[in-house]
């Protein structure tokens, strides 16, 4: 293989065998432990688009910084729907609001990356409705309350002059 003085193929190519090896040693513990069905291992489809959005936000920086909502988004459904299949989908009566709480974070994220105050209303509704859902769905003010606090602390925070 040709030597490159390029850093940026360097890394690529270092990461790319790294991904490699880690792919071989995941399939070599599936003869011992048959994780790597197709009924359970699905939502780690969900980051392949992932891949693009996050090398592009890393090439242009704070121009596409956008991407941070889906990118959250796609990694958090991917988790919560792992952890679904896990349990043979019996928590999904009662996890629903997560489906709130996956773009809320994206907003989030984006505001502490983007400091624009006006992507605290769509994170906080969204985060505001979770919270509320699950605090009426087990019959405990705590998510809520913890919501309360949390949002009160990053606007009292973000209202300090730097």
């Excluded at 690529?12 to 009924?39: C, K, M, P, Q, S």
């Excluded at 990356?113 to 505001?128: M, Q």
């Amino acid at each position: 293989m040709a030597e490159t003085k390029d850093p940026r193929a360097r890394v690529a190519a270092l990461t790319g065998g790294v991904i490699i090896v880690l792919l071989g040693v995941l399939f070599l513990l599936n003869n011992f432990y048959r994780f790597l069905d197709a009924e359970r291992t699905w939502p780690l489809f969900l980051l392949i688009p992932v891949i693009p959005l996050a090398s592009n936000w890393l090439e242009k920086g704070r121009q596409a910084a956008g991407a941070v909502i889906p990118i959250t988004i796609l990694v958090f459904y991917c988790g919560y729907f792992l952890w679904l299949t896990h349990t043979h989908w019996a928590g999904a009566g009662t996890t629903w609001p997560n489906y709130l709480v996956g773009p809320g974070l994206g907003f989030l994220l984006l505001y502490m990356i983007e400091r624009k105050t006006g992507l605290l209303v769509p994170a906080f509704i969204l985060l505001g409705l979770a919270a509320a859902f699950y605090s009426a769905l087990y019959g405990d003010s705590l998510p809520l309350g913890g919501f309360l606090v949390i949002a009160g602390a990053i606007l009292v925070l973000g209202s300090r002059k730097r």
